[in-house]
């Protein structure tokens, strides 16, 4: 197991951009860092209240970005990918609200869902 240590990032809630096509308002941002034997490690993790095919529900996208600035993940990336997380079950419908609970990034998270070719400590 990797000794990879994240730290969220001040503020610990930020307005996010858009995330999915069928996203209905704002979008609200938690982040991580963590420093890499090559580079930094950088969860994004974005909720907002989506609309898919009628069904309104709080869903999540996690990026996972390996660059060589935390303060610039997106122009410094060298890899990245994402997984999406429906919210439904989780006891607020407010994104903001979810944004602020969001429970910090793990090593272990890095290790299963960083980028291919990556470093995981």
Same mark, same amino acid.
């Given at each position: 197991?990797?000794?990879? !240590?994240?730290?969220?990032?001040?503020?610990?809630?930020? &307005? #996010?951009?858009?995330?999915? +096509?069928?996203? /209905?308002?704002?979008? =609200?941002?938690?982040?991580?860092?963590?420093?890499?034997?090559?580079?930094?490690?950088? !969860?994004?993790?974005?909720?907002?209240?989506?609309?898919? &095919? #009628?069904?309104?529900?709080? +869903?999540?996208? /996690?990026?996972?970005? =390996?660059?060589?600035?935390?303060?610039?993940?997106?122009?410094?990336?060298?890899?990245?990918?994402?997984?999406?997380?429906?919210?439904?079950?989780?006891?607020?419908?407010?994104?903001?609200?979810?944004?602020?609970?969001?429970?910090?990034?793990?090593?272990?998270?890095?290790?299963?869902?960083?980028?291919?070719?990556?470093?995981?400590?």
């Amino acid at each position: 197991m990797s000794n990879l !240590v994240f730290e969220r990032r001040e503020p610990l809630v930020c &307005k #996010g951009g858009d995330a999915a +096509e069928y996203q /209905v308002g704002d979008s =609200w941002d938690a982040r991580w860092t963590a420093r890499l034997s090559e580079g930094w490690a950088v !969860v994004t993790q974005t909720f907002y209240l989506a609309n898919l &095919k #009628g069904r309104r529900f709080v +869903e999540s996208r /996690v990026e996972f970005i =390996w660059c060589r600035d935390p303060a610039d993940p997106g122009g410094t990336e060298l890899a990245s990918d994402e997984v999406w997380i429906d919210h439904t079950d989780d006891m607020s419908d407010d994104p903001r609200v979810l944004a602020e609970q969001a429970v910090d990034s793990t090593a272990a998270e890095w290790e299963r869902y960083g980028p291919s070719g990556a470093p995981r400590k």
